[in-house]
């Protein structure tokens, strides 16, 4: 999901992106509780779990998406006009990097249990 407008455009639709065997527990602010109830008389298809499930996910990749590029010293390829595009030293790769290392060990949690 791209952004929450994209989410509303599928939430007319069934699909479900595979979930970990864990869950997380979390107590939301009242107004925010109120406006996921409002979400889900709007969208009955969709659970109160499943609408906090996308608004997080959708969430996720906009801050993803935000996080700020700090140009490296390592030149790693060359845009069309020939110019050089250097390493991102920010904090997406590392973001990227330990995201990648949660996924490895949340598949294998759930294909363990």
Known sequence: M??????????????????TAREY???LPIRDAA???ALADMYPRKTVEHI??????AALD?????????????IIAEDECGDPIYEDSGPTP?????????????????SSG
């Open 2 to 19: 791209d952004n929450i407008k994209d989410l509303l455009q599928e939430w007319d639709k069934t699909g479900v992106a595979k979930l």
């Open 94 to 110: 590392r973001f990227l990097a330990l995201a990648r290392q949660h996924v490895a060990r949340l598949t294998e949690e759930n």
């Open 25 to 27: 527990r979390v107590r």
């Open 52 to 57: 906090i499930t996308e608004l997080l996910s």
């Open 35 to 37: 406006r996921i109830a």
């Open 62 to 74: 906009t801050l993803e998406a935000a996080l700020p590029y700090e140009q490296g010293e390592r």
